[in-house]
């Protein structure tokens, strides 16, 4: 009964502004058209005292010629700003903010915390330490307030992750360093879970490619670079449409599709183990975390692919 009592309130004063806003235009034409034979009568008293005057023809003349070019490149810019906001729109890019202003930070943090309320948000990442331990992560309030949470992070005991880190020549960087953010991570997880929260966890091998989080119809995009912070790069958001073109598809099924992949296993936070599975979802090999080569070893042996 409320509802319908707001909305029938909201439609009068939407329906009250139009008239409004009509009423005005009328009134402002009226007065226009009133006003012209007053505006060409002084007009054309002007142009009789200074029509032999060259030296203020000339600077009409200047003026004149610097408002029309300024006047077309303007239009033409505007003309080549909506086709490209017409093609963002149509790949379903709605938004881009550079990481670095702090504006930007607290908008895509307060964006995130409303859509994320009440919702199953699933991420991936490299550490999630900066996405949603740090308290100026991101993340960080979105997974309180979230139902649930399917997030997938790097293993920081794998060949190819301890490769990677080895060769980022950055002496702040360190191995240990990184194993300790993803323990903190899943340290945190640990205590979501334990109130009550959906959360399941994936730790997969490969060096990271995006940073990814689909929070409700809005998907949040950033990529890893080699020498750069993920922090310090731009993020792009994509919104969810009814159209097959859009990028948010695309994205999506990337992700849903690794985290579907069965050579990606799920972490027990019970137990402290990854868990492997089959194709069928049947449970094939359980290892411990913490596990480097010993770890690949052992599910070559058990005959779980990497």
């Given at each position: 009964m409320l509802r319908e009592k707001l909305s029938i309130v909201r439609n009068f004063i939407h329906g009250t502004a139009w008239s409004l806003f009509h009423i005005f235009v009328?009134?402002?034409?009226?007065?226009?058209?009133?006003?012209?034979?007053?505006?060409?009568?002084?007009?054309?008293?002007?142009?009789?005292?200074?029509?032999?005057?060259?030296?203020?023809?000339?600077?009409?003349?200047?003026?004149?010629?610097?408002?029309?070019?300024?006047?077309?490149?303007?239009?033409?810019?505007?003309?080549?700003?909506?086709?490209?906001?017409?093609?963002?729109?149509?790949?379903?890019?709605?938004?881009?903010?550079?990481?670095?202003?702090?504006?930007?930070?607290?908008?895509?943090?307060?964006?995130?915390?409303?859509?994320?309320?009440?919702?199953?948000?699933?991420?991936?990442?490299?550490?999630?330490?900066?996405?949603?331990?740090?308290?100026?992560?991101?993340?960080?309030?979105?997974?309180?307030?979230?139902?649930?949470?399917?997030?997938?992070?790097?293993?920081?005991?794998?060949?190819?992750?301890?490769?990677?880190?080895?060769?980022?020549?950055?002496?702040?960087?360190?191995?240990?360093?990184?194993?300790?953010?993803?323990?903190?991570?899943?340290?945190?997880?640990k205590r979501l879970k334990a109130t009550g929260k959906t959360i399941k966890l994936k730790l997969y091998s490969d060096p990271p490619l995006v940073k990814l989080a689909i929070v409700g119809d809005s998907l949040w995009l950033k990529h890893y670079h080699t020498d750069l912070d993920v922090q310090t790069m731009p993020e792009y958001l994509f919104q969810h449409n009814l159209k097959d073109h859009g990028l948010y598809n695309l994205f999506y099924q990337y992700l849903t599709q690794r985290w579907d992949n069965p050579e990606i296993p799920e972490y027990d936070f019970d137990t402290d183990e990854l868990v492997y599975r089959g194709h069928s979802g049947t449970e094939r090999i359980r290892i411990q975390f913490g596990m480097g080569k010993e770890a690949e070893d052992l599910r070559q042996e058990q005959g779980v692919l990497s």
């Open positions: 009328v009134a402002l034409s009226a007065g226009i058209a009133l006003s012209l034979p007053t505006v060409a009568r002084s007009f054309l008293t002007h142009w009789s005292l200074v029509e032999n005057d060259k030296i203020y023809l000339i600077a009409v003349e200047m003026t004149a010629a610097i408002f029309l070019i300024v006047s077309f490149n303007y239009l033409l810019r505007s003309f080549r700003d909506r086709a490209l906001a017409k093609m963002a729109t149509g790949a379903g890019l709605t938004a881009f903010s550079p990481w670095r202003k702090l504006s930007a930070q607290r908008k895509i943090r307060k964006l995130k915390e409303e859509q994320g309320a009440g919702r199953t948000i699933m991420v991936i990442g490299s550490t999630g330490y900066g996405t949603f331990v740090d308290q100026e992560g991101d993340l960080y309030t979105v997974l309180k307030k979230c139902m649930g949470a399917h997030i997938m992070l790097v293993n920081p005991y794998s060949q190819e992750a301890t490769s990677r880190i080895d060769a980022i020549l950055n002496p702040h960087f360190t191995l240990e360093k990184f194993r300790e953010e993803v323990r903190e991570s899943i340290a945190l997880l």
